[in-house]
């Protein structure tokens, strides 16, 4: 039978990931340091540890046979990869949030809205398909803090208790998608060792 490798995202979905596949019967390798790659209790599993924007790259390459990626981040690539199974944990959701004081869904004058976001293909597309013009400006993190500085009049970010967004005076204003874990495949690995893919799936869904 062919080993199979899944990539696992950093992160927020580390834990639920790694307490999945044990229940499923491959816990990855306890200390494994700064391996990357990781064997598993199951000697025809192994793991990759990557960050979360990397693991559809590694999927869609075959670098990694599947993989567990947010669905924020799978529709912000345009990674091709198949989509088996939501895994049920990782909900949250990507919202357009501003100040309270900030004028939403238009600014005075018919200015042109600054948006600050992680997520700038998700985002173009939302105000895009409500015929909003934006500019956006991408940021790699802390986009809570882009209206403070006058650098965004509204971010577009993940949120989950709102906690963060209230602490710096932001209120949400749209809910752009809801966010869960899913467990990703590449297409060509999924013929190619249909066999323990199958049985991997199988042993997922029974939990």
Known sequence: MSRLRIALAKGRLLEPSVERFRRAGAEPMPDAGRRLLVPSSDPDIEFLVVKPA????????????????????LRETPADV??????GFGYCRLVVAAPSATPYPALPGGATARVATKYPRLAREHFNALGRPVDIVHVGGSVEVAPLLNLSHWIVDLVDTGATLKANGLVER??????????????ASQKLKLECYLELMARLQRQ
Do not use: F, K, Q
Request: overall charge negative.
């Open 54 to 73: 990397d693991v559809p790259v590694y999927v869609e390459s075959g670098a990694a046979d599947l993989g567990v990626t947010g669905t924020d981040v």
């Open 82 to 87: 198949l989509e088996p199974l939501e895994l």
């Open 174 to 187: 749209e809910t752009i998608l809801e966010v869960g874990a899913v467990l990703v495949a590449n297409r």
